[in-house]
Nanobody
Framework: VQLQASGGGLVQAGGSLRVSCAASGRIGSYVMAWFRQAPGKEREFVAA????????YYGDSVKGRFTISRDNAKNTVYLQMNNLQPEDTGVYYCAGRVARYGSTWYSNPGSYDNWGQGTQVTVSS
């Protein structure tokens, strides 16, 4: 499955953006996730959603501000980002893999074998 992220841009602090990840194939059985990477920093877990969408998982720094969702019929995953702050600046990557048992692996970027090319999000103060 190939993934294509889009929707990034420049926004002022306190603003909102929605980024999307379109898949070339069916992702109904996939766990999908968003990661981000700022210059000079490691890739950071942002959010994940299993195939059913019945539960969602977030990194501590985005809880209460970001919402991940998915539309399996459209093979697309979304990340709604509200109250953006300068520290949210970075390249946002979507990732996916076929689900396996448990959820502790969701936040580990090494668990995913499908990655999009990333979309830049810049938040100005």
């Amino acid at each position: 499955v190939q993934l294509q992220a889009s929707g990034g841009g420049l926004v002022q602090a306190g603003g909102s953006l929605r980024v999307s990840c379109a898949a070339s194939g069916r992702i109904g059985s996939y766990v999908m996730a968003w990661f981000r990477q700022a210059p000079g920093k490691e890739r950071e877990f942002v959010a994940a959603i299993p195939w059913s969408g019945s539960s969602t998982y977030y990194g501590d720094s985005v809880k209460g501000r970001f919402t991940i969702s998915r539309d399996n019929a459209k093979n697309t995953v979304y990340l709604q980002m509200n109250n953006l702050q300068p520290e949210d600046t970075g390249v946002y990557y979507c990732a996916g893999r076929v689900a396996r048992y448990g959820s502790t692996w969701y936040s580990n970027p090494g668990s995913y074998d499908n990655w999009g090319q990333g979309t830049q999000v810049t938040v100005s103060s």
